[in-house]
């Protein structure tokens, strides 16, 4: 339920509002009778719209859209007046007010407007979502088996609400998966929340989950909303949850048992309509057993499992992703894009990348870009270290992915050195079956098929 506020200094006028737009809007409405008693509540509560009158004494309204300004506020503010004068509430939306009504107006007119307010704040928030993903190094990019395994078992899971646990290594695109997951969900265009338990101090964690009221501990001047409450009619990425406190994983489970936060200094419980995406690169059942992680934290968590492969179990991905690199990267950069030499290209894929699988190779790319001064990348371009590390290509079809299934393993052999021969041939089908030794190239087109190979 959105929160409104109501701000008049005629007391008759601010509660008659106020009762009317729960009537007929269905708000939870709240009433300041002044203008220095709306920015207080403002610290201290979870506003999401302001109706605010211009003409009060003291601190008047054009006073309060200066001060909401500096302080940082971001709700949208309807100006309300029963003067007529029309001009003061065009230069109110100069200083950021969102509309005017007039108070004659009937409330139905009035939460008409508040409606499309709301709408436009989440249609607001929703674009800066879509400016995030676009600017995100990006998609689920391969047709490896492996990666077609992840796909599947993404779809399988992505419209269930309940939680879900990606597991997978460090760099290996368990962000992605979380991303992917969100779009694909119930809710894709609800915020998409992440947060690093790694990364924030222990001290600092249960404020970013859950956040705190004002007051709650010094220096906690206004009221925060913790990342349950900002995503919730969303999503929220919990990277790296093995690094999560006892005591925030106990009332990490009490919230998505209950669907409820209450904020640190608080006693009051906030619904949130939450989904919780939780990734680790620990074995959490061996934590479990160290007594590092809550069991009843684990299987809450373990409903839906979804594993990403390293990159090592998915090398024929290897050419897809570093085309996609290349344009992304020479993009960023303001270059004209480079092209790959097949040789280079064989060399990559012939590295395990075990030590931070795509992010590795994301660096790779970066660094060969930056270092290569013609339009294309060679293989003593590479980095040494890449080109010494790179195994024989008999040795690296199978290389470190002794979990992987047979079958698997030998589609995604097959399905490399397939690969490697069409970039040796520049794609050219007919020269790259003769090289095969295929007995034509409808041959090579129907392992093609069967592999989901394609240049594009």
Known sequence: MSAILVVDDVPA???????????????????????????????????????????????????????????????????????GNYDRCTEAIRLGARSFIDKAEPMERV?????????????AGQLAVLRDRLESEAPLVGASPAMQQLKDAIGRVAKIPSPVLIVG????????????????????TGPFIALNAAAIPENLLEDELFGHERGAFTG??????????????GTLFLDEIGELPPAAQAKLLRVIEQRQVTRLGGNRTVAVATRVVAATNRDLEAEVRGGRFREDVYFRLNVHV??????????????????????ATCARFGMRPKTVAPAALDCLMRYDWMRNNVRELRN???????????????????PADI????????????????????????????????????????????????????????????????????RG
């Open 169 to 188: 290594e460090s760099g290996s695109g368990k962000e992605l998966v979380a991303r992917q997951l969100h779009r694909l969900g119930a809710n894709p």
């Open 387 to 454: 080109r010494d590390g790179a195994a024989p290509r008999s040795a690296a079809a199978g290389a470190g992915a002794a979990p992987t299934p047979f079958h698997a393993l030998k589609a995604e052999a097959e399905r490399q050195i397939i690969v490697a021969a069409l970039e040796q041939n520049d794609w050219h089908i007919t020269r790259t079956a003769q090289a095969l030794g295929l007995a034509d190239h409808a041959s090579l087109l129907k392992i093609m098929r069967r592999h989901n190979i394609s």
């Open 220 to 233: 906690a001047a206004a009221l925060r909303k913790g990342a349950f409450e900002a995503a919730s009619g």
């Open 111 to 123: 939460v008409r407007e508040v409606e499309q307010a709301l709408e436009q704040q989440r249609l």
């Open 13 to 83: 006028m601010a509660e008659q509002y106020a009762y009317d737009l729960k009537r007929v809007g269905g708000y939870d409405a709240l009433v300041a009778h002044s203008g220095r008693a709306a920015l207080d509540l403002l610290e201290r509560e979870a506003v999401d719209c302001v109706i605010l009158d211009l003409e009060m004494p003291g601190m008047d309204g054009f006073d309060v859209l200066r001060t909401m300004e500096r302080r940082g506020f971001r709700i949208p503010v309807l100006v309300y007046t029963g003067t």
């Open 306 to 327: 979804v594993r990403v492969p390293p990159l090592r179990e998915r090398l024929s991905d290897v050419p897809a992703l570093v085309e996609h690199l290349l344009t």
């Open 364 to 382: 790779v790319v970066e660094r060969t870009i930056i270092a290569t001064d013609g339009n294309v990348i060679g293989v003593d371009d590479i």
